[in-house]
């Protein structure tokens, strides 16, 4: 079992709809949750970032750590075209200066 | 969030060359820098761990002679790619781990190396 795994998709849905993006982790010690948007031939973009788990809202974008079944999500309200790109899921341990450790990323379309 | 930039964001090299690509944190402090590698529509490949001051941690599979790193100052590493072939045409990006953050990691726009 890989450490994080996440649908690579490729996910596609209307204009304004509700898109909801997850990831499952094997790793108990994992403490720092990401989200990074990476659009085609560019460098990821860090979204959202969380700490242990619960809940994080910024914007339309809404990052949830579910610790206990260690799963995480990303929710994205009213969804535009220009949302569409690869979102990876990234993680990793509060001990020591560890790697993030990547989902293999979720491809997203948006049609307007 | 914070910014991160890779010099060059494109270049084109003959087999046999070394090419070095720059990535500097623009308005923090990076104790950490590491390098990943990305093919098409794949997701990020990590090549090494770079610490400010001390050699490179390098990930299994990734010849340290092949790519070298220096990470000289806190806001400076960067990665040589000696004896170019064609199959290390990649998509390279770098990313600093905010020292003032500790969770916060950002990435550069990349590097896309072609070897002919």
């Known amino acids: 079992q890989k450490e994080v795994e996440q649908d690579p998709g490729p996910l596609s849905v209307p204009e304004g709809a509700i898109v909801s993006l997850n990831c499952t982790y094997s790793n108990s010690a994992f403490q720092y949750f990401m989200w990074y948007r990476q659009y085609s031939r560019k460098g990821p973009e860090l979204l959202m970032y969380t700490y242990s788990s619960g809940n994080k809202e910024d914007g339309r974008f809404t990052a949830q750590v579910d610790k206990s079944s260690k799963y995480i999500s990303l929710f994205i309200r009213d969804s535009q075209p220009s949302d569409s790109a690869t979102y990876l899921c990234?993680?990793?341990?509060?001990?020591?200066?560890?790697?993030?450790?990547f989902g293999k990323g979720t491809r997203l379309s948006v049609i307007a | 969030g914070a910014v991160v930039s890779q010099h060059p964001s494109r270049v084109i090299c003959k087999s046999g060359t070394s090419v070095k690509i720059e990535c500097r944190s623009l308005d923090f402090q990076a104790t950490t820098m590491f390098w990943y590698r990305q093919f098409p529509k794949k997701s990020l490949m990590l090549m090494a761990t770079?610490?400010?001051?001390?050699?490179?941690?390098?990930e299994q599979g990734v010849e340290k002679d092949k790519f070298l790193i220096n990470h000289a100052s806190l806001t400076l590493s960067t990665l040589t790619v000696t004896s170019a072939h064609p199959e290390d045409s990649s998509f390279y990006i770098c990313?600093?781990?905010?020292?003032?953050?500790?969770?916060?990691?950002?990435f550069g726009p990349g590097t896309r190396l072609t070897v002919t």
């Open positions: 990313s600093a781990r905010d020292l003032g953050n500790s969770y916060e990691q950002y």
């Open positions: 990234a993680m990793r341990a509060v001990s020591g200066n560890t790697p993030l450790v």
């Open positions: 770079s610490n400010e001051g001390s050699k490179a941690t390098y």
